[in-house]
Structures are given as structure tokens and as C-alpha cells.
């Protein structure tokens, strides 16, 4: 008996069966939900190709191009911008002057605490009103131009942003970084530029990512006062034709825009962290 | 005509105008929250659900709704709804124009956009929640729902109140893109107003004004609430 026992073979009897997955309700429920928005995006695409238009795509593909680039050149140099001003505003912050202190907590309430779409038609159709003033000063030919005035609020209103997320990163390295630096001889501009800032990014980045992302889909807002961007072109596309696929079209575009930047974004963010996972 | 006089009440003043477009601004984001936190809650329940299903069409809700403009989201909501409902109407044999009401396509855009940040709020919420507080109210033989209504969720609330007031800021300053489809909002009359009378920097400064007082009462009414919150939780 103990000899059959032994020989009996393992393989056999190696593991019970996978339990037999129940339609429970919950699951259900899931696979309609997934079936709705597969639905949904079948359904779209299949409207998009039905009404595939070659002179539609053809007169209004380039201009969606043009659009896209105006929208990235518009985002992107405004950010730049914006990150050049957010120092200061971040150091009036943090600095122990009352004066200074109380400019930056102003200038970054008021552009965090009223909507980006005030703040554009404040500077387009606002400053619009000091024409005379403007012309003599020369500055006319700037205001004039919808492209830069929506260039100047979203660069103003990007660096209130842009200074909090700066603040909190270099708040958040601990003081003790500070008194080692100090403690080897290291003066403060060094340790700030080579202990501090180093440490600080990696906070800021997911918050400069959202930074970004926010922007990009705020940008939309300028084809209210005449740009041509991405929206701007769609807008057109859609006053013109009465073609619902022109808002599809730069649903998907911007989608795959903001999907992009986040997964270069979790990319990066993968890539300087590397020295901290153990 | 003075500045003063053109804010004001009297002759000649859009004081009036532009009161009523802080009603509706305000009626819109207030309308709004309640659809959206309740979505966003069932979103973030979706999320952390065990079935893969439920928790793929949840983040596709996201997805969607973050990666989008808001200001995309409220014309694919108006112009959308308005193409889809006049195809239900030419099935059903009605032929005549259907207006969508700009309000609700507005609440519906708004709601949209709330819910898919608030599914993040909730989420990293109920992350917060140690899985001890549902074994407790099992085990005293609560059901799922009275478990989920009497014990998660008023620590939920706790947690998640920073990140929703925050919530609410941006959904009350959202709510001014609904100027663009037409809603008679703080922006739109202000607008209107620069308009007719040249004084657009006055209008629209009154309309950022406006803004920043709403958001500044909005802070003392979200403080009161954390107090209240706060103090009826345990000290620990």
C-alpha cells in the first residue's frame, strides 16, 4: 500500500482546477459599461468614415495642421515664458519682505482665483480700450494682435501656476539640505543651483506635466478672440460646413495630443527617478 | 457717464445685468456639483472594483474627459446633443429645429469634466480608508451599502474635502465657458456690456473682480465645512 502510495504519480493531482468564473452581477454590469463605449467609438468611427469627404479632408486637413501648429507654438512658448517669470513671483513668495511677499500673493491670487477666459478677454478686448496711450508708447502693434495678447495672459496666468508648483518643489527638500551645504563651505547660490534644485524638479515634475497638459486644453479658449488655433480652425470648419465630424476630428487630435505628453511624461518621470527605487 | 453710474442700478447702469449673470453662474456651478461628485463617486468606485471590465470603462471615462478642452467638451455636449436629438426627432416624425437649452448642455459639459477629476479625488480617498473599517462593519453585519454609507464615507468625505474645494474653484471659474454657447453668465453680460458702451477694460475687470470675490466667499464657506468635518472626527 505505502509502495502505490508513493508511486503515485504527482503530475496528476499537481493542482485543483481554476474555480469557474461566475457571470456575477458586477461583472456584468462591467462587460455593458466596456460594450457602451466600445459602442460609442465603433459607432463614431464608423460615422467618421461614412462621411469620409475627400475635399472636406482635403480643404480643411491642412488647415487643422496649421492649427495644431499654432496651438503647440502658442502653448509652448507661453510656458517658456511663463517658467521665466514664475521665478521671481516664486522668490517674492518665499522671501521674508513684506512689500515683495504681498505683490507676489496678489499677482498669483488673481490669476489663479478668476477664469483664464476673463484674463484673455481682460487683455484682447480691455486693453483695446487705452489705444491712444498704447500708440504712443509704442506698444500698439503688440496688443493689437490677438495672437500675442492671448500669448501674454496665458503666459501671465501660466506663471502664477508655474511659481506655486516652483514654491512647494523647493519647500519640500528639507532645511537640513540647506545646513549640510552651509556646513561644507558651500555658498547659497551653488547649493541651491547643485543640492536644492536637483531635489525640487523631481517633486515638480508630475505638477509641471499637469502644467502643461492644463494648458494645452486651455489654449482652445483664444479661438474666442479670433486666433487661428487648432479650435479656431474647427470652429471655422464647423460654421462653414455644418459638418458635426469637424469637432470629432479635434476631439481625437487633441486626445492624442494630451495622451502623448502624458506618457512622455511617465516616461521621464521613470527616467530620473531611477537612482531612488531600491 | 462715470464709472461708478455705469455699474450701478440706475439709468444707464448694467448693475442689474450683470447681477443676473452672477445668479446664473452661481445657479450653474451649484447645479453642477452635486451631478458630478455623485459621478465622480461611482466612477471611483468603478476604478477600484476587482472585475477588469469595470475598472477599464471607468478610466476610459477619464481619459476621455480629461484629455478633452473643456471648452471642445461643451460644444461636442451642445452641438452633439442637438445633432442627436434632432435625428431622434426625424425617427420619431417630428421635423421642426430642436434648441438645446444652454444651461443643461452646460451642466451636462461641466458635470463631465468635474466628475472625471473627482473619480482622482475619491480614488486616492478611498486609498487613504485602511481596509479594517470595511472588515469592521462587516463583521457587526453591516451590508456593503450601509458599511459604505455609515462608515467609509464620512471619513471619505474627510479626506477628499481639500482636493474637492479645490474642485470647486476650478469648476466655478469653468463655468464662464459657457459664455460661448450663448449662457447669460458673469462674462456674457459683462461682455455685453463693454460692448455697447466702450468700456471694455471697466467690464471685463469687474467680470475678474466678480470672480475672485466668489471664490474668496466660496473659502470661507469650504473652511466652515473642513471645521465641521474635522471636529467630528476622532482626535487622534
Known amino acids: 500500500m505505502t509502495e502505490s502510495f508513493l508511486n503515485a504519480r504527482t503530475a496528476v493531482v499537481s493542482r485543483p482546477p481554476a474555480p469557474a468564473k461566475r457571470w456575477t452581477r458586477t461583472r456584468i454590469i462591467g462587460h455593458v459599461l466596456v460594450a457602451f463605449w466600445a459602442a460609442l467609438i465603433i459607432g463614431l468611427l464608423l460615422d467618421l468614415y461614412a462621411a469620409w469627404d475627400i475635399v472636406l479632408i482635403q480643404t480643411y486637413g491642412p488647415k487643422y495642421w496649421q492649427g495644431l501648429v499654432t496651438t503647440l507654438t502658442l502653448v509652448f512658448s507661453s510656458i517658456i515664458f511663463g517658467a521665466i517669470l514664475s521665478v521671481p513671483v516664486a522668490y517674492g513668495r518665499m522671501t521674508k519682505n513684506r512689500i515683495g511677499s504681498a505683490i507676489a500673493y496678489a499677482y498669483v491670487y488673481f490669476f489663479r482665483g478668476t477664469p483664464l477666459i476673463a484674463q484673455v478677454f481682460l487683455m484682447y478686448y480691455g486693453v483695446s480700450e487705452f489705444r491712444g496711450f498704447l500708440e504712443t508708447i509704442g506698444l500698439w502693434w503688440f496688443f493689437r494682435e490677438a495672437w500675442y495678447c492671448g500669448f501674454l495672459a496665458f503666459a501671465l496666468n501660466t506663471a502664477a501656476y508655474q511659481a506655486e508648483i516652483l514654491r512647494g518643489a523647493i519647500q519640500s527638500v528639507s532645511v537640513g539640505q540647506w545646513e549640510g551645504a552651509a556646513s561644507l563651505g558651500i555658498s547659497k547660490f551653488v547649493t541651491f543651483r547643485k543640492v536644492i534644485l536637483p531635489q525640487a524638479l523631481i517633486v515638480a515634475l508630475r505638477p509641471y506635466g499637469n502644467e502643461v497638459i492644463l494648458m494645452i486644453k486651455g489654449s482652445a479658449i483664444v479661438a474666442l478672440i479670433t486666433v487661428y488655433d487648432l479650435m479656431g480652425y474647427t470652429k471655422l470648419a464647423y460654421s462653414r460646413t455644418f459638418d458635426f465630424q469637424a469637432y470629432l476630428w479635434a476631439a481625437i487630435i487633441y486626445l492624442l495630443l494630451v495622451e502623448i505628453l502624458r506618457h512622455i511624461w511617465d516616461w521621464m518621470e521613470r527616467r530620473i527617478t531611477r537612482h531612488l527605487i531600491r | 457717464m462715470g464709472s461708478i453710474a455705469l455699474l450701478g442700478f440706475g439709468e444707464g447702469g ?15 456651478a451649484l447645479a453642477t456639483l452635486p451631478v458630478g461628485l455623485l459621478i465622480g463617486f461611482f466612477v471611483a468606485l468603478g476604478k477600484q472594483a476587482e472585475e477588469p471590465s469595470i475598472r477599464l470603462a471607468a478610466n476610459m471615462y477619464t481619459t476621455i474627459f480629461r484629455g478633452l478642452p473643456e471648452l471642445l467638451t461643451l460644444f461636442l455636449v451642445y452641438f452633439g446633443a442637438q445633432i442627436g436629438i434632432q435625428k431622434l426627432g426625424v425617427l420619431l416624425g417630428f421635423a421642426g429645429t430642436i434648441e438645446i437649452n444652454s444651461f443643461l448642455a452646460g451642466m451636462f459639459a461641466m458635470g463631465a469634466v468635474f466628475s472625471s477629476y473627482a473619480s482622482e479625488v475619491f480614488l486616492s480617498a478611498f486609498r487613504a480608508i485602511p481596509r479594517g473599517q470595511y472588515e469592521g462593519g462587516y463583521a457587526i453585519g453591516l451590508s456593503y451599502g450601509q458599511t459604505m454609507w455609515k462608515v467609509v464615507l464620512p471619513q471619505l468625505i474627510r479626506v477628499a474635502l481639500p482636493g474637492l474645494s479645490n474642485l470647486w474653484m476650478i469648476l466655478l471659474k469653468d463655468t464662464a465657458l459657457v459664455s460661448a454657447i450663448g449662457l447669460a453668465d458673469i462674462l456674457r453680460q459683462t461682455g455685453v456690456a463693454a460692448r455697447v458702451t466702450k468700456h471694455a477694460f471697466l467690464f471685463y475687470g469687474t467680470a475678474c ?11 470661507f464657506v469650504i473652511n466652515a465645512i473642513e471645521r465641521r468635518t474635522t471636529a467630528s472626527g476622532v482626535r487622534r
Open chain 2, 209 to 219: 473682480l466678480i470672480y475672485l470675490v466668489l471664490a474668496i466667499l466660496s473659502s
Open chain 2, 14 to 28: 448694467w448693475g442689474l445685468s450683470i447681477a443676473s449673470g452672477i445668479l446664473v453662474t452661481v445657479t450653474l
